[in-house]
């Protein structure tokens, strides 16, 4: 078969989408096509591989942000490219697929909506971030027989738990993809989703084999978020605001931060203060540990010692006395930082 | 008072019991009991005795009889207590040993605690069902969805296989089948085919639905199951009532031993029916509603971008979160007309929300576009733009906007024309990092007689954008304190930062940096439009970029800065 023995040319690849080339990193894919790769393999082993090596080369600090935006902006636009050309006739039903609401990854959720189409779906991509209500407004006009939400980042959970919850209060069975619903997809069960796939092809073949899922009445057991969880979400910009007020006390070097530096702490503390609201709204102390470590690899990356990711964790724990939860989630992701 | 009151009954014994009562006491005790009662010998289980409630119901049960032979099999199967139906009646049995040759069998009537039980059982089941119809139906507000779910739950409770069929409408109905081993088939029908299946016009029209044993399974077309359902054993035609009018229509079909529909399914069957209509009217209800709205919204919606020649056109537009896509903010292009060059963009902001400010935005476009046919510049498009809102009556809003014109100028340069009535001036992000602003300033639109408008002219280098913008972007709240406005310090240096990034990257960029600074929270319409002139690839943006926000990078900006801070 032609189709194994084509040599989809990775590396040229990867230097026309980081020129931001679009026109020929086009004419790349395109070419594949007409070599008799098939669609699916394009969007997969070429666009799916180019940009997950793009997400590396930026977390190891060998591409800048603007790079790999433009590196993202070009690969939708072979994504595009590759659609145009490959019709499929409409043969299984209709789907919608959004990311969640503050879920800005839209590329990964486009990929999925291409190799939906070309399996026959008639799928309708919401884009990036949908206002919950926006989504809801779309099933009801249009009565999908399935919902794909895309979440990658833990933080989302908490939304992408009501638009869960309103989906299926609108009779629409939801299936849920992306690493924000952890490993094995783990959290998307606790937040009620009929189905999740970790993969494109994993999904794909669920919805055109087991679909739709039985009805089950929603389990009480799908009400999530405690107290603690409330309390962190509403204090959040005092949270901030303190940590903010005693950084230059206990990191020097942050009093001669500029404006700029200043507010980006304060986002990262934000960071901080979401992923821990997450763990806590789960009561999954890994989403936390895991971002913890995630972003101390980062900073081992870019030669930042480890003392400041610490300091950062200790200013958000010192206001939190009377939160035991969120207290032993941070130590917990403390404990697991290397020495 | 008689010898069997027992002593602690308050009334002192009076006279002598005898210690062992008479044989014919004891016998009549045993016929006046209203249990059933057999005595056996344990050879040859001869019935001894059967008093007048075991004859009863066991009849032809004879004292001298072996009794395992008998009427009842479960007397011989051993066991110590059984249940059982005879002639009509449910039976509790229980065997007790009374001594080495002896043993009796004790038997309950239990037939009318069975048959309310039985009753309880099903009034039960059938109320769960119709709580769950209830709940599935309301769910959407989809036709198709609920013609599903409704066919959904009349298969798993109703029948082997149902059909709901909608009104005719151009001379088609839409259906739903759903069958055992089938997925579910929808399509439609040619009205002249609905006849061919009794009872189904009649039910379409609204009749009351024809009792299902009046129905020859027989008649009903050979399409109207699939083959391998095997033979209908009855079948049931019912109206869905809906607003004044039918919904529609549900076939159901049953086959097997047990396929007739008692009075009771039937009746069931409407109050399913009556619940599946009303969700199904109630879809059809908004689906007209939606059609209307979008009808008049297509008008409104952002339109679709040209790709011209020479420059990059982005656009995004937001609606506010409690809105719903169409709102006060606006931008426009239109591509060159007959022989000119330039394309004219605008970009603005109605005083307000809701359906208002879209009439007010459509009224601005519409406008804006008969304008661009005559060949005038922005300025003086502000100007009659002007003039026509305060002749069209209603003045209580105003609009704030930035009219342009696009021209390509030699060496892949292109030049702008911005034109300001009251809105916030455009930026421009040039190759070497540097943001500056449009310097346009003029009076809103709309409100005064006379407007004063100070036209510039820019001219962007191959990679340069310039962007227009609507003040929800920089007025959005949020931000770590939750308070504090998005800014036009901020946009700038964000703006900075999407250097090299082509038009659509950088819009889709300051989109997420505000929807990131919101955090959810309320924000008002956002509209934004780019135009970059082209550059050559490949760009050369190695190890170049400026620092960025996106959720995972808390550490990336922390490295940049403090590599930054020590150097």
Redesign the interface.
Known sequence: MTAITVDLALDHYLELV???????AVAHATALLDAGVPAQRVINDLIGATQRRVGEL?AT?E????????A???SERVLAAVAARTTVPATRGRLTLACV??E?HGLPARMFAELLRLDGWRVDFLG??V?G??LI?H?????PDAVALSCM?P?RLP?AHAAITACR????PVIAGGRGFGPDGRYAQRLGADAWAATGEEAIARLATDWPPR?V?DDPGTFLGDEEYTHLVRS??QL??NA?DRLPEVYP?AR??DQ??L??????????ADFLAAALYLDEPEIFTDFVG???D??I????PQG??RIGLRLVRDQLVDFPAAITTIDRAVAALPR | MTALTPPDAGEPLTRTVPVAPAPALLRAVLEAATEAMLLCATTGDTVLLANAEAQRLLPGLEPGQDATTGPLGELAAGQHSFRAEHHGRHLYGMRRDLDDDHYAWFLRDHTSETVHATALEVERSRTAFLA?AG??LS???????CTR?AA?LAVAHLADAAIVVLPVTGGHSAWIRLSPGHAAEEGTLPERVLAEVPGLTEALDGFPPIPSRWLDPALAPGWLFPADLGPIGALLVVPLPGHAEPAGALVLARTGPHAPFSAEDEQLVRVFAARAGAAVAAAML??EQ?DTTAVLQADLLPPELPQPEGFELAASYQAA??S??VGGDFYEVIGPVDGGSDTVIALGDVCGTGPEAAVMTGKVRQTLRALSLVDVAPDHMLTVLNRALLQSGRRQRFVTLVVGTVHRAEQGRVRLRLASGGHPPPLILRTNGTVDVVPTKGTLIGVLPETVVRPATVELAPGELCLLYSDGLTEARG?????EQFGEE?LR?QLA??????G??AV??LR?LV??WV??GPRDDIAMLAVRAHTR?????????????????????????????RS
């Open positions: 980081g020129d931001g080339d679009e026109q020929a930026w600090n591409w800048g942000v603007a790079r790999e935006h433009a993202t902006g070009v609401d503050g800005w990036a971030s206002p209500r926006h407004t099933l009801h006009q249009t009565g980042i933080t939304r209060a609108a009779g629409v009805w009445a959040r910009p901030i605001g903010m070097a001669d931060y700029a530096q507010e980006s702490t304060a986002e990262d503390l934000g960071h901080i995630w972003t101390a980062v900073l990356s870019r030669g930042v400041a990711l | 769950e709940r599935r769910a959407s507000l989809h036709v198709r969805r779910t959904e908004y689906q939606v979160r409690d719903l896509r931000g770590p304190t939750g308070d901020r240096r930062g999407c250097q090299g990034m082509p659509a990257v889709e960029r997420q929807s990131e955090n959810g690839p490949p760009l050369s943006l190695r190890g170049g970029g400026a620092p960025n926000a996106s959720p995972y990078l808390v550490a990336a900006r922390r490295g940049d800065r403090r590599s930054r801070s």
